[in-house]
């Protein structure tokens, strides 16, 4: 088992700044590729960035391009989401997940663990 524990999350105005972290307990971090999705009020769960364990494949959604940056530190057993240049429409709770890595396609492959999720709101 591998225990999730998100924070960092807040209320922000449009166009500043949070950091998120995601912490890792349990079986061992190694090899596993850390995702962060968010779900908004009456809306579907949506993939929003993964890396990979070594850090070289790294996957973004469109509306997050150019503005997020996920990070890991493998010897704390962390990953990060940098959200910059925020929007009132990246107002969600964001969840981070593990999964192992077989090549798939890294927003829609799936993840074995669940984080509980941070509320992150942005006002206008």
């Known amino acids: 088992q591998v225990q999730l524990v998100e924070s960092g999350g807040g209320l922000v105005q449009a166009g500043g700044s949070l950091r998120l972290s995601c912490a890792a307990s349990?079986?061992?971090?190694?090899?596993?590729?850390m995702g962060w999705f968010r779900q908004a009020p009456g809306k579907e769960r949506e993939f929003v960035a993964a890396?990979?364990?070594?850090?070289?494949?790294?996957y973004y959604a469109d509306s997050v391009q150019g503005r997020f940056t996920i990070s890991r530190d493998n010897a704390k057993n962390t990953v990060y989401l940098q959200m910059n240049s925020l929007k009132p429409e990246d107002t969600a709770v964001y969840h981070c997940?593990?999964?192992?890595?077989?090549?798939?396609?890294?927003?829609?492959?799936?993840?074995?663990?669940w984080g509980q999720g941070t509320q992150v709101t942005v006002s206008s």
């Open positions: 997940a593990a999964g192992t890595d077989y090549g798939s396609n890294f927003a829609t492959m799936h993840y074995d663990y």
């Open positions: 890396i990979s364990w070594s850090g070289v494949r790294i």
């Open positions: 349990g079986r061992t971090f190694s090899g596993y590729v």
